[in-house]
């Protein structure tokens, strides 16, 4: 006799999208980073004006913005990160220390993650470039 399955296993992108997200916030963990947040809304509201960060760590004196990206292949990699995106996170990141005074003073940080599963995790430290004041 057939045994049925007890749920489906059907993995959704956005559902894989989170199983990336709390890789990377582990593999942060294991090299001694601090969540502070994740998923964090910039502004109110569904469509808000900077969007969301995927996580922020921080470690010492320095305050990085995360940013996941999963692919399916290699290829995809290169394109995964529109100049638009990179404005959304750099305000975000504004937004996040506007709200935030107590890390005004940390050093900032933007990194990028691409993740293809089942095991390939490539972190560029550093990834964009930008000078703001708040």
């Known amino acids: 006799m057939f045994m ?8 959704t992108a956005n559902n894989s999208g989170k199983i990336a997200e709390f890789l990377c916030r ?5 090299l001694g980073y601090k969540i502070i947040a ?9 469509n808000t004006p900077y969007g969301e960060l ?9 305050l990085v913005f995360c940013e996941v990206k999963k692919r399916k292949n290699d290829n995809a990699f290169l394109f995964a990160l ?16 506007r709200k935030n005074r107590q890390y005004s003073a940390f050093s900032i940080r933007f990194d990028v993650f691409f993740v ?3 095991f390939y995790v490539k972190h560029i430290k550093n990834a964009l470039h930008r000078d703001f004041t708040v």
């Open 38 to 46: 994740k998923d964090y809304r910039c502004g109110r509201g569904k």
């Open 4 to 11: 049925k399955k007890p749920w489906p296993l059907k993995i």
């Open 82 to 97: 529109s100049y638009k995106q990179q404005l959304r996170i750099m305000n975000g990141a504004q937004y996040f220390i």
């Open 54 to 62: 995927d996580f922020i760590a921080t470690r010492h004196k320095t």
């Open 26 to 30: 582990w593999y942060m963990r294991f």
């Open 116 to 118: 293809r599963f089942p």
